[in-house]
């Protein structure tokens, strides 16, 4: 069965540290899609990064970045030099070929200044 | 500006009062799904639609019923409301199944008393 793993319930960092937070997932499907989205204090849902299975090339985005790893089946995502702003709870899914989305139960992250 | 908006933001209704959440995309896609997000289980699928008047049961639809009469509205409905339903309501629209991820609406916050 899917299932996202975020093991990481809250992380604490203070302000221009790096963090980065973990997500492991299952699947037997070869084709698969990996998401991250961000949820900050105003409540909405924000699209981060969208991955299929077959691309396994790490991605930057600014201070974002991407490790993509099937050997481990992880999808973690880098913040580098953190900033108040970025203080959410971060959400990591992954969508089969069916019709379902699997969300893990989120990273709730905390930027000191 | 594409979106999905979702109706009411905040709503408090009291137990058994049948209430109706509405959702409407305006960018023709196909997939909708309305999730709900409760602190510690992260987001839980409730219904989805493939497309008009093809609707489908997430992990959570029990107490709840949704319709497809068109495509851009997918609205949510609470016939008999209990406070075990009080939660953060999301809908979601995709261009289509699987890999394209979500846009999401900015949430409705339901308080059942």
């Known amino acids: 069965a899917q299932k996202v793993t975020q093991a990481q319930t809250e992380i604490s960092v203070v302000e221009k540290e790096d963090v980065t937070l973990d997500c492991v997932y299952e699947t037997r499907d070869t084709t698969y899609y990996l998401f991250w989205y961000k949820q900050p204090p105003s409540g909405e849902l924000v699209f981060l990064i969208r991955?299929?299975?077959?691309?396994?090339q790490n991605e930057i985005s600014g201070r974002y970045s991407w490790n993509f790893q099937k050997s481990t089946s992880s999808f973690n995502f880098t913040i580098t030099a953190s900033q108040v702003v970025d203080s959410a709870v971060y959400f990591c899914?992954?969508?089969?070929?069916?019709?379902?989305?699997?969300f893990g139960t989120g990273t709730s992250l905390t930027v000191i200044p | 500006e594409a979106q999905v908006t979702q109706n009411p933001r905040y709503l408090i209704t009291v137990t058994g009062k049948k209430l109706t959440v509405t959702c409407s995309q305006n960018m023709n896609h196909e997939y909708m799904s309305w999730y709900r997000q409760d602190p510690g289980l992260g987001l839980r699928q409730i219904y989805y639609?493939?497309?008009?008047?093809?609707?489908d049961k997430g992990d959570v639809p029990e107490g709840y019923k949704v319709s497809r009469k068109e495509k851009r509205n997918f609205p949510l409905i609470l016939e008999s409301p209990s406070p075990n339903q009080t939660s953060l309501y999301f809908c979601a629209s995709s261009l289509s199944r699987g890999g394209y991820g979500y846009t999401f609406g900015s949430g409705t916050r339901l308080t059942v008393v």
């Open positions: 991955r299929n299975s077959f691309d396994e």
């Open positions: 899914a992954l969508s089969d070929t069916g019709n379902q989305f699997y």
């Open positions: 639609s493939m497309n008009v008047e093809v609707t």
